[in-house]
Nanobody, 121 residues
C-alpha cells in the first residue's frame, strides 16, 4: 500500500524558493517512480517532473527546466521538489504521484492530497 502526503507549500514572492516534500507512509516496500504534477482551477493536471526509482533518470516539463529540481531519499521514502526562481504562473496545487512513468496523470497509480503553492508578483 502506498500513502503519499505532500508538504512544504506556501505563499512566497516571485523569485523566491520553496522545497516540497512527499513522504510515502504506506507499508509497501517497493521503490516506485515518483512524479510531481500541478493543477490550477479549471485546468487539467500538468506534469512537472519525474524521477525513477534510483534517481538516475529524471524528466522535467519545459516550463520548469533549469528552475526546479526533483530528488529522492529512498531511505526516508521521500521525494523532493526544489523550486527556485518561482513565478506567479507557478501558482497551483502541487500533487505527488507514484508508480508509473510518463507525463500524464493516467500514467500513475497513486496520488497525494496536494499542497498549495502561491507565488505573488
Amino acid at each position: 500500500q502506498v500513502q503519499l502526503k505532500e508538504s512544504g507549500g506556501g505563499l512566497v514572492q516571485a523569485g523566491a524558493s520553496l522545497r516540497l516534500s512527499c513522504a510515502d507512509s504506506g507499508r509497501s516496500r517497493s521503490v516506485y517512480t515518483m512524479a510531481w504534477f500541478r493543477q490550477t482551477p479549471g485546468k487539467e493536471r500538468e506534469f512537472v517532473a519525474a524521477i525513477n526509482w534510483s534517481g538516475g533518470n529524471v524528466d522535467y516539463a519545459d516550463s520548469v527546466k533549469g528552475r526546479f529540481t526533483i530528488s529522492r531519499d529512498n531511505g526516508q521514502n521521500t521525494v523532493y521538489l526544489r523550486m527556485n526562481s518561482l513565478k506567479p504562473e507557478d501558482t497551483a496545487v502541487y500533487y505527488c504521484a507514484a508508480s508509473g512513468w510518463g507525463r500524464t496523470e493516467h500514467d500513475y497509480g497513486y496520488w497525494g492530497q496536494g499542497t498549495q503553492v502561491t507565488v505573488s508578483s
